[in-house]
Structure formats: C-alpha cells, structure tokens
C-alpha cells in the first residue's frame, strides 16, 4: 500500500486515525478482522471514501502529522497473531508492549475559541428548538431587507393593542354573562329589582345605533350619548374602535388567525390582504340602512357587530355550550366516586351563578343565528377579518368620520422594497405598502404595517402628511344611488304587506313597556339584550311572524316561558327606549292601569273541565293578578263511568264537580302563565294573544274602549 493510499484509508470520516492504535485495537477484537478493509458507506454526498465531517472542531491545531505518525507507531501496543485470511496480506508484526512509549506531542488548544465555537454551536440548536437568546454568543433574529427595527413606541403600542382586544372582549363577554337576572323577585313593588352593571354599555357606544334611532325617531335617546366619546376617539385617532376595542372584530381576528387556509399563506396572503372592490359593500349597506332608518326602520340592527356578538353569543352560544355542560358534568356526576361528583356538582354550581342560568334556556329558531355566525366566522378562511372589511356598516360610518382623523400615516416610497411584510400583517386591507395611496377610511389602526416595514417606509404620527392617504370611501356614484334608492324602497315595500296593518299577527306579542308597533320598529335594533335578561325564557327573537321588517325582535312565546309579574327587567337594558324603562308600580297596576301585553282565550274542546269533565284549575291557581283574572264556575256535570257495565253494557252515568275557568278580559294582562303551566301540551287549551295590550289604540277586544261606546 502506498503512502497516499494509508494516508486516505486513515482518514476514515475525516478523523485523523492512527494505525498502530487500529492495529492493537484489531487485536483486542480479532472478530471484526474481516471489517478491516471495508470502505466508508456513501452517507449524505453519494460518494464512496472519506466523508465530510459534521462536527470537526477548527479551535484547535493538532501536532504535525508525520511526527503523531511516528511516535504513536513507536508507542503501539503489540497486536495478538491471527491467521490471515485467504487473498489479504497478512499484519503487520506487533510491536512488544514492554517498549519505551515515546512521547507525542500534546496538541495545543485555544480555550477562548473553543468556547465561543461550543457556545456557537448551543446557540444554534436552541435556535432551531425555538429558544432564541440561548447562550452568551446568541444573536438576535436578522430581521430582512435592510433590518431596521421599528421604533420601540409602536412595539409597545402593538402589544398595547393586543392586550386592549382581550380587555374588551373579557368585559363584553362578562357582560353579557351579567345580563340575566340569579335571584328572587320580592312580592312588594317598592323593592326594586335592577341590575347592578350597565351591560348594554357597547349599545349605548355604538354611534351607528345612534345614527339610525336619531334619523328614524328624530330624537336621540339618552343613553346613546355615549356613543358621541367614540366619534371623538375616531376623529382623533382613526377607526381605533375596529382594532383595539370592538369585541366582534376581536372575534374575527382571532379566528382569521386559528383557521387560515392553506393557500392563505405567502403569494395568496399578500394579495387577500390588498385592498378590493368588494370592500364597498359595508358603505353601500351603510347608505341604505341610514336611508332606511329616514324612512322609519331601525333594521339596520341586523347588520350591526355588537348586535349580532349579543345575539349570536348570548342566544346561540351560551345556551349550546350550556346544553353539553349540563350533559357532560351530569354523565360525571355519575360516575360512583364521591370526589368526582363533589367536583362535578361545584362546577355545575360555578356556571350557573356566573356564567349561565340555573336551568336550561331555548331560544325560538336560533340555529339560523348561529349558522350565520359560523358562517361569517369561517369566511376568514379565505379573507382575513372578512365581516370587517366587507359587511360591517358600523366599521363604515367610523371610516366615514376616519378621513379627518388628527392621526395617520406617512409613508417614503423610495425606501419601499416590495418585500410586502406590510401586507402579510395587516389587518383592514388599506394599501400600507409603498407606491400607492394609504386607505385611511379602512385602517383599523393595528400598527402591524409599521412594526413589521425593515426599510423604515411607514411611520405613524400626528398631523401627518396627506398626500400619500386617500381621504374619502372609494364608492361608484350609481351603485350608491342604487343603495340609497333600496333602501329608501324598502321599508314601503316591506309594510305594503299584510303583517304590520291589516292583518297583524296574533302571536306577536311585544314586551311590557314596548311601546307601539310602528314607533316600536323605529326603535327596536335587534340587539336582543331584552330576550337574554329575561328569567323566564319568555322572549324571544320573531322569524317572520311580524314581517321581514320585524325579524328577529323580541316577541313573548307563554309556551316556553311567561313574564313575570313584578320583573321589568327587559325595559333596563333596552338601550333605544324600544321598550321603555317602566317601574314595578306602573306595570302591577298601582294607583294607575296595569300594563296589559296581550289577553288569555280559552278552547272549550281541549279544556279538560270543558271537554273532557275533569278537574283541573291549575291555570286559575297559577294567575298572578289580583284579583284573578281566571275564576272558575262551580258546575256538576253528568260524566259516563270508564268501566263498562254489567254484561257488557253501557258504563254508567255518574256526576261530578267541577270548576270550569273563565277569563276576565279587564283584568287579564296577557303575561302567559296559565298556557306555560296548561297540562294539555301539544296545543294548550289556554292561550295568550295580543288583542287588549296596552300600547295600542286599535288592538282592542273590550267595546268600551273603542268609539262604539263614546257619547257623541
């Protein structure tokens, strides 16, 4: 063997390997002799011989190679003898283990850099575990393009505004935990029962509901003067509501963030975060339910984030998640274990005085609610923060009074790059990145453009310099018009129907304190605040009984739940006075006429005392008026036995007392208990209709309150 080829045998992996120790090695363990020759297996190059180190340590500089060469072969130990096998030459001859080892020369080593290149090394694997800022010589992440960091003012204002959104919707969300009613109501009417937190405070902030109840009412109503704060925030700061405080867009952002697609990444990314046509719509809608609300609608209520994240949520949610708490805490409370069940009954306990009610609610034809909110919710998919940029007239009327807003951002086009960082982060699809307008109307002020700009294209600041911001919406003059004109048509459309004069449903029954129907939808905002305080499950939100102009207000279902007869709880937090704020004593009847939402009927041929002979006044026991609306006839009536006779005749005739129900139409106030507790239950024998409320002149059932009976 050649000089060379030892040379590359022995640099096995590109360790440096000394024969005479392979020698006595191999004499050590003779069995692997027919390994001896074996080249390197082609590892990661593909090539057969030495291969490449991984991990080779340049710190420090071995001793000349002839002279390690000679003095370990001086120093080998002898080698024990082996038959060689057939076709290879046979071993080199051992050297005596007595001889004198000879000294080789220490290889020297630099301390300094033996230590920077293992801390080198420590900083790179926690890099690619995630730990960044591991070890003395780790370095901070190179951020791209030229690495200019963002100021620390907007880092700190980018996790400020991370913190206000869980703020925000940790109180909505408390708050709409508190709007039910967990305790006892008192008998008399001077013991008020209110509750002790203003939940409909987002309503009352809500500018867009002040827009439409002022156009609709021609009055502002006091509560909504909150929402004048928000629009001085606005005009200040921009659309900072949508990005630091709305809770329904906190929602969207949170979910675009857990569910993008998959083609929502990269190239896909950048351009579903560009700004669109289709970003008009939430103006278009915007026009026509401000013009609706001139034509005396407040529809625009179905359409704004804070009435639908009460609804939705608090109709849908709530109630769902209540459904499989009781189911699943219940399948655990029987499990034999006391413990378990101990822990099972505490949390069940927990819930219903904090987070829900004691018993399980229903609400009329909420999974279409839900299924939108799911809807909206997984759009973000495939457009980020899609309902707020696309549908949200709320967010549209804030980018209206935006445009003037005392803060916005500048931009230095001839920095920009193109990297569109800008763009993967942002949040309202406004254009950040350089060599275009800035859409000052859509920001939602998040800051992530600026946070994540390498080249320092984006800065935000007060007073800033409008010629790189476009002011006004980006809206097509004809399809306004024709937003404007729709929604000027509908509302006469909608009434030209049957539903609200001439043939107005009898099951519609309004809340007490509602005032009348008309006045009522130039009010109502569907926020369904109303229907979620409400102990009883009595309220409701109406499909199409009052009309597509009425869906989704608040009707009373007696099947499900009654009103209670002291509770005026619903008028508290009505936030557009839609229901007014009535006190115990105007509704009860004290010293002025009960408030009356509709009147009690009976159906002879399913009254068990009435059809059937038997007895039963339940629902005379259960009327809360006094005196009783429902008092009953002492009658004995003939009833045929129910064994037949003697010889297979006819039973026979026996009689029997009993107490037939009537109503008393001047005293009933329609709150619905005699159909909730009605023991005939498919179709109640006794059932509640609006005819006889209060808030209408028209609606009457007793002849003296009309003009048949008036003097002339």
Known sequence: MTHAEEERVHEHAGVRLDPAALTGHAALRSHDHAHEDVAPIPWVTGRVGVVAPLDRDTSWSPAPRAAARSASADAAPPKTSAAPRPGRPAAPSPTPASAPAASAPVPVRDAAKMEAAAEARMASLAGVLGFAGFGKGATKKKLPGSGIPARPIIRRLVWARRLSQVFFFALFMYFLFQTTFRGTFAAQADQPVRLPLPVEAFLLADPFVAAMTLLSTHTVYRGLLWSVGLLALTLTVGRVFCGWICPFGTLHHFFGWILPSKRGRGGPRVEANKTHTYQRAKYYLLYAFLIAGVAGSAIGGLFDPICIAVRSIGLGVVPAA????????????????????????????????????????YFHQTWFIVFLLVAVLFANRFIPRFWCRVLCPLGAFLGVFARFSLFGMTKDHAKCTDCNLCLVNCQGADSPQGGVKWRQDECHMCMNCEASCPEDVIKFRFLPNRASATTKPDTQRRTALAAVGAGALFIPASRVADSLDVNYHSRVIR??????????????IRCAECMKVCPNNALHPALFESGLEGLWT?????????????????????????????????????????????TAFYDHGRCLPWSMQTPCIVCEEFCPTSPKAIWVEEVDAPVRDSKPGPGGEQPAMKSVHLQRPHVDPSLCIGCGACEKVCPVQDQPAVYVTSVGETRSRTNVILLENTNYNQKS
């Open 322 to 361: 209540q459904y499989l708490g009781g189911r699943g805490l219940g399948t655990v409370a029987s499990i034999p274990a006391r413990p378990v069940q101990g822990a099972a009954d505490h949390t069940q306990d927990f819930l219903a005085h904090a987070v829900w009610q004691s018993h399980q609610f």
């Open 511 to 524: 809340p007490p304190g509602a005032v009348e129907e008309r006045a009522f939808l130039e009010r109502c």
């Open 554 to 598: 608040p009707i009373l279902i007696a099947r499900i739940g009654y009103c209670e007869h002291s509770c005026v709880l619903c008028g508290q937090v009505c936030p557009t006075g839609a229901i007014q704020k009535i006190t115990e004593k105007e509704k009860l009847g004290i010293d002025v006429p009960p408030i009356k939402i509709g």
